[in-house]
């Protein structure tokens, strides 16, 4: 079985998505074979350069534009119409990933690339289960694609506005953003979080391009009256991590820099709450490890949806900007009733399984395709598949016998 995932370069939660989801199969489908493309990047560098680095300096220099923007496509049929006809004229540019070995299925991880399979499929050019993942706890109107056969999205609520914009919603599947095994262990995920008896660790991170008004954050962080420990991660964001380390060795208190690690998930076991913008694959981690979370800054449209449903969640708060915000810090970690509640509500938000459901579905949607009757594959927390052949391999053997047979 081979699986091709496509993603987009416009912050990393949407490879980190792929990722997780690729680990999960790599681990637990026998014979499963997965390669993962940056759709534009291979479609047509010039493009992927202009639309990336446009994304970034407009969040970064004029992030009202891009506000403006992302409301206005929500809801304006001729901006969801212009990027169909940008996806159709970038889609040729996949169509070799398509002939020599096709895959047998394909799961997009950001609406552009779905929108270029979407041209494909389309135009007769494939025929093969699309899958878009939606990393974000809002839907929007780029990923409302009739070519998709299952749309994957956080939650339930998300499922009902995807419905709302005219997709069939026994195709929308709200099994959660994927995030890798390792969140789904260690002590954060599993058992319950206890606040009140112990000195706090406060992890604060600003995504993969440590964007965000972090060092306005940090340096509240070691103004507060308290004991606290305090882990800082500031991604690829490398003058930000010297800025930091510098304030941090002038303090004298307890932090910790790093820039861009693949241990988040033991540092957000090691803390008690944690700090930073509404990023879906951030947020779906930290929920698994049941963690408090603080916002302290947004990219405007899709994380400022994010943020607005886990405020309403009870798992998330905004932190105040300024001045305001070391007293607001002392509060927080004077009410250990309302951590503790702030950990209860993610624990019951989080989707720890989403990769066995995606997993499950995938299959499940290429035997439908290739004529085989339809049951749960043999993974983790899914009813194991019944003897026989699938994609090529027999499921009865044992894992030697068939490694055997590939060799």
């Known amino acids: 079985m081979k699986i091709l995932f496509l993603a987009a370069n416009t912050g990393g939660g949407h490879v980190k998505a792929a990722e997780a989801i690729i680990e999960y199969m790599e681990e637990n489908v026998p014979g499963c074979e997965t390669e993962l493309i940056d759709a534009l990047k291979y479609a047509n560098a010039g493009i992927d350069r202009l639309i990336t680095g446009t994304y970034l300096q407009t969040i970064r220099k004029a992030p009202w534009i891009y506000r403006k923007l992302y409301y206005l496509s929500e ?12 996806g159709g004229l970038l889609s040729s540019g996949l169509a070799g990933l398509f ?34 993942v939606v990393t974000d706890f809002a839907s929007h109107s780029f990923w409302c694609l009739k070519e998709t056969d299952a749309f994957i999205v956080a939650h339930e609520d998300v499922r009902f506005e995807m419905a709302a914009l005219g997709i069939d919603k026994n ?43 972090m060092q306005e954050t940090f340096s509240a962080l070691l103004k507060i009256d308290r004991d606290i420990g305090i882990t800082a991660v500031t991604g690829y964001n490398t003058k930000l991590k010297r800025r930091l380390e510098q304030i941090a060795a002038a303090s004298g208190k307890d932090a910790r820099v790093f820039g861009y690690t693949r241990n988040i998930s033991e540092l957000m076991d090691k803390a008690d709450l944690i700090i930073t913008k509404p990023g879906g694959v951030t947020i779906a981690e930290a929920l698994v490890k049941k963690l408090p979370i603080f916002f302290m800054d947004a990219i405007p449209g899709h994380e400022e949806r994010n943020a607005r449903f886990l405020l309403e969640s009870g798992a998330a708060c905004w932190l105040p900007p300024g ?14 009733k309302i951590l503790q509640s ?32 339809i049951s749960k594959v043999g993974i983790p927390g899914t009813v194991n598949i019944r003897s026989g ?3 090529g391999i027999n499921l009865s053997e044992p894992k030697a016998v068939r490694n055997a047979h590939q060799g």
């Open 75 to 86: 809801k304006n049929r001729s901006a969801a119409a212009l990027a169909r006809a940008i």
């Open 99 to 132: 002939t020599d070995r096709p895959p047998e299925a394909v799961i997009c991880t950001h609406s552009i690339p779905l929108q270029m399979v979407s041209k494909l499929k389309r135009a007769g050019i494939i025929n093969i289960p699309v899958i878009a």
């Open 171 to 213: 195709r929308i599947h709200a099994f959660g953003i994927p995030v890798s095994q390792q969140f789904t262990r260690g002590n954060g995920a599993n058992g319950s979080r206890t606040y009140g008896h112990h000195r706090y660790n406060v992890f604060l991170m600003g995504g993969s391009l440590g964007l965000c008004s």
């Open 323 to 336: 001045a305001r915000m070391p007293e607001a810090l002392e509060q927080i970690l004077d009410s250990p």
């Open 342 to 373: 702030m950990s209860e509500s993610a624990a019951k938000l989080a989707r720890p399984n989403a990769c066995a459901e995606i997993t499950r579905l995938v299959t499940d949607l290429i035997r439908k395709k290739n004529g085989f009757q």
């Open 389 to 391: 052949q699938f994609a």
